[in-house]
C-alpha cells in the first residue's frame, strides 16, 4: 500500500505564475488535509477535504488559495500569482474514518 | 481555539543520553495527541498517538510518552538516543469530534557524538 503521494517534490516559480499541487491519498483514505510548514515554523493547517467536498477551510488564505479533490484523480491545492510570502513546504495527509493522518513528503515550493 | 506548545526550539543531546521532549497543549477537553518526527527534507512520520486508555503510550524506534491530564501535557522519552535520531519533533492535537490536526513549533534535536 503506497505512502501518500505529492508531486512535485520541488516546484521553482517566478513571481505572478501559478502553482499546482497534487496530492493522491493512501488506498481507501477518503479525507484529506492540507498544511503549509513556512520555514523555521511548525505546520499550519489550510483545508480538508473529502471527495467533492470541501469541509473545512478556515485556513485558507482568502485569495489566490483554492483546493479540490474531485471524484477521480488527486487532491490539487492552487495558488495563483505567487509571491515570495507563498514560498513554504506544503504537505498533503490522508486518512480514513480513524483520527490519524499519514503525511506525504511535501512539495517545496520556492517563489524567485 | 486549542493551542500547542513545545517550549522547547532546540536540545542538544550526547550519543546514549536520554531525550525528553516537553509538550504542553490547551484545550477544554482531552484531545487526541501525537507526536511526529520530521528528517531533514523530508516528510512527518507518525511516533505515537494517545486516544485513551493508559497513559503511557508506546511507540515505534524506542519512544514512548506520557499523557498527564493534570499537566496537560504528553512528553516524549525516549532512554538512549541514536544518532539517527537528529531530526525535528512536532508535537500535535487535535479534538475528538474534530478533524485539523494543530501542531507546537516543533523542538529540533542534535546528537552530538
Known amino acids: 500500500n503506497a505512502g501518500v503521494m505529492q508531486n512535485p517534490r520541488h516546484l521553482v516559480r517566478r513571481r505572478g505564475q501559478e502553482a499546482r499541487l497534487r496530492c493522491s491519498p493512501m488506498?481507501?483514505?477518503?479525507?484529506v488535509y492540507w498544511y503549509r510548514q513556512l520555514p523555521e515554523e511548525g505546520l499550519k493547517f489550510m483545508v480538508y477535504?473529502?471527495?467533492?467536498?470541501?469541509?473545512?477551510e478556515s485556513g485558507m488564505p482568502k485569495e489566490r488559495f483554492s483546493a479540490e479533490f474531485p471524484k477521480e484523480g488527486p487532491s490539487i491545492l492552487r495558488i495563483q500569482q505567487v509571491v515570495r510570502g507563498d514560498s513554504a513546504a506544503y504537505f498533503c495527509?490522508?486518512?480514513?474514518?480513524?483520527?490519524?493522518?499519514?503525511f506525504g513528503q511535501g512539495t517545496r515550493l520556492t517563489v524567485v | 481555539a486549542q493551542s500547542v506548545t513545545q517550549p522547547d526550539i532546540h536540545i542538544t543531546v550526547s550519543e546514549g543520553a536520554s531525550l525528553e521532549l516537553r509538550c504542553n497543549y490547551s484545550?477544554?477537553?482531552?484531545?487526541?495527541l501525537f507526536w511526529y518526527v520530521q528528517s531533514p527534507g523530508q516528510g512527518l512520520q507518525l511516533l505515537l498517538k494517545?486516544?485513551?486508555?493508559?497513559?503511557l503510550v508506546q511507540g515505534i524506534k524506542g519512544f514512548e510518552a506520557e499523557f498527564k491530564r493534570s499537566q496537560s501535557s504528553f512528553n516524549l522519552r525516549k532512554p538512549s538516543v541514536h544518532w539517527s535520531d537528529a531530526a525535528e519533533y512536532f508535537c500535535?492535537?487535535?479534538?475528538?469530534?474534530?478533524?485539523?490536526?494543530?501542531f507546537g513549533g516543533g523542538t529540533r534535536v542534535l546528537v552530538k557524538p
Open positions: 495527509a490522508s486518512s480514513p474514518a480513524r483520527p490519524e493522518a499519514f
Open positions: 488506498k481507501g483514505h477518503s479525507h
Open positions: 477535504l473529502q471527495k467533492e467536498n470541501i469541509i473545512d
Open positions: 484545550y477544554g477537553a482531552t484531545p487526541y
Open positions: 494517545y486516544f485513551s486508555g493508559d497513559t
Open positions: 500535535a492535537v487535535r479534538r475528538a469530534a474534530g478533524n485539523k490536526l494543530t
